[in-house]
């Protein structure tokens, strides 16, 4: 199965601050990731699909980028709302699997 | 309004079998890939299983394969999820999700907690 790391596990960050979350897959997937954002006691939702597509209705602040091995998501311009814990998700090969997830807390 | 509903959760005995479900609505079901997907308490995302649109292919995480089986059924619009043997391992919030490769649509979850 294909492994996916995710750095940094947490961080700290501030409303207005850019944030940046790699993700490493341990083979590469071309361009078969997506990203989801998760609050406390709600289903994840998608923001990213495609490595770099915007889901519909997610704020142009989240933007994906990367390609085989080496993912990033930027939030630029930190919300309120943004802070939650972040996960990828590849798609090129069955078992699909998630990575372990990166918080972002208020600073 | 999309909806995904999961049941079936609750407390079983290690060793023992659970069938959890998940009533759709609101998105045509039979032209989607289904999935369900699993978080133990305080943890992270793990995918279980997916299963084609039309049923023909199913797919299963290591970790269950052997164990659990995906099944829909597309005139009811409904997923579901056999699960035998189960174990302390499996205890976690089971969601359903619909999309192909990611997963665009999520239920809330039910609980199950494998514990004597």
């Known amino acids: 199965a294909i492994q996916l790391t995710q750095s940094p596990s947490s961080l700290a960050a501030s409303v207005g601050d850019r944030v940046a979350i790699t993700c490493r897959a341990s083979?590469?997937?071309?361009?078969?990731l997506a990203w989801y954002q998760q609050k406390p006691g709600k289903p994840p939702k998608v923001l990213i699909y495609?490595?770099?597509s915007l889901e519909s209705g997610v704020p142009s602040r989240f933007s994906g980028s990367g390609s085989g091995t080496d993912f990033t998501l930027t939030i630029s311009g930190l919300q309120p709302e943004d802070f939650a814990t972040y996960y990828c998700?590849?798609?090129?090969?069955?078992?699909?699997?998630f990575g372990p997830g990166t918080k972002v807390d208020i600073k | 309004q999309v909806l995904l509903v999961e049941s079936g959760g609750g407390v079983v005995q290690p060793g023992r079998s659970r069938r959890l479900s998940c009533s759709t609505s609101?998105?045509?079901?039979?032209?989607?890939?289904m999935h369900w997907v699993r978080q133990a308490p305080g943890k992270g995302l793990e995918w279980v299983a997916a299963i084609w649109f039309d049923g023909s292919n199913k797919y299963y995480a290591d970790s269950v394969k052997g164990r659990f089986t995906i099944s829909r059924d597309n005139d009811k619009n409904t997923l579901d999820l056999q699960m035998n043997s189960l174990r302390a391992d499996d205890t976690a919030v089971y969601s359903c999700?619909?999309?192909?490769?990611?997963?665009?649509?999520w239920g809330q979850g039910t609980l199950v907690t494998v514990s004597s």
């Open positions: 609101g998105f045509t079901f039979r032209t989607y890939g």
């Open positions: 999700a619909a999309g192909y490769n990611w997963m665009e649509y």
């Open positions: 998700q590849q798609f090129s090969n069955y078992p699909f699997t």
């Open positions: 495609d490595a770099s």
């Open positions: 083979q590469g997937i071309t361009s078969a």
